[in-house]
T-cell receptor
Framework: GAVVSQHPSWVICKSGTSVKIECRSL??????MFWYRQFPKQSLMLMAT?????????EQGVEKDKFLINHASLTLSTLTVTSAHPEDSSFYIC?????????????FGPGTRLTVL | DAKTTQPPSMDCAEGRAANLPCNHS???????VYWYRQIHSQGPQYIIH???NNETNEMASLIITEDRKSSTLILPHATLRDTAVYYC?????????????FGQGTRLTINP
């Protein structure tokens, strides 16, 4: 089945540092990947759509200079939280669409829990 | 973009069928209904999707009304591991990127 991995699964960092999160589609190719953020007891909020080889499309209210997205290959997208602050602490989840899937199913990674001290 | 309405929470006894409703009265003709679930502190898991016809797979069945304004996800024999938040999503199309937008979902609790 289609598997999406994320690394790291959790990270703790100091305020002001940058954190990179990787998202990989392990057994399929994905021209499009998505990044979500989820605060405790809330639903997933779409942050941006990442397209391989082009610039990401950010949702309204999401700072593109703070959340840098790179989608360099058909199996890898990265999200870098720059100059992280405690309010950036959240559960970050990526997903990828299987190009070969009949219904274009979107599969999700296990998430990365970021804690900024 | 079509939005969905789901009850915030539901309970079901283990071994019984869990029926989760979803209203999507503004759905467009080419929009699919997707169901995902999220177990605590994990990424969402795809369950099933459909356009018009009822669908069934190894996890669940999806019943879509004839006017497509509502649907029901059925877990035929619920187990404790089915306790999760279930999201009914209508897939939107925006600038060629078909993204999934999550609502608040239904928190389903399976009781022993």
């Amino acid at each position: 089945g289609a598997v999406v991995s994320q690394h790291p699964s959790w990270v703790i960092c100091k305020s002001g540092t940058s954190v990179k999160i990787e998202c990989r589609s392990l057994d399929f190719q994905a021209t499009t990947m998505f990044w979500y953020r989820q605060f405790p007891k809330q639903s997933l909020m779409l942050m941006a759509t990442s397209n391989e080889g082009s610039k990401a499309t950010y949702e309204q209210g999401v700072e593109k200079d703070k959340f840098l997205i790179n989608h360099a290959s058909l199996t890898l997208s990265t999200l870098t939280v720059t100059s992280a602050h405690p309010e950036d602490s959240s559960f970050y989840i990526c997903s990828a669409r299987d190009l070969a899937g009949v219904g274009n199913e979107q599969f999700f990674g296990p998430g990365t829990r970021l804690t900024v001290l | 973009d079509a939005k969905t309405t789901q009850p915030p929470s539901m309970d079901c006894a283990e071994g019984r069928a869990a029926n989760l409703p979803c209203n999507h009265s503004t759905i467009s003709g080419n929009e699919y209904v997707y169901w995902y679930r999220q177990i605590h502190s994990q990424g969402p898991q795809y369950i099933i999707h459909g356009l018009k016809n009822n669908e069934t797979n190894e996890m669940a069945s999806l019943i879509i009304t004839e006017d497509r304004k509502s649907s029901t996800l059925i877990l035929p024999h619920a187990t404790l591991r089915d306790t999760a938040v279930y999201y009914c999503i209508v897939r939107v199309v925006n600038q060629g990127a078909q993204k999934l937008v999550f609502g608040q979902g239904t928190r389903l609790t399976i009781n022993p």
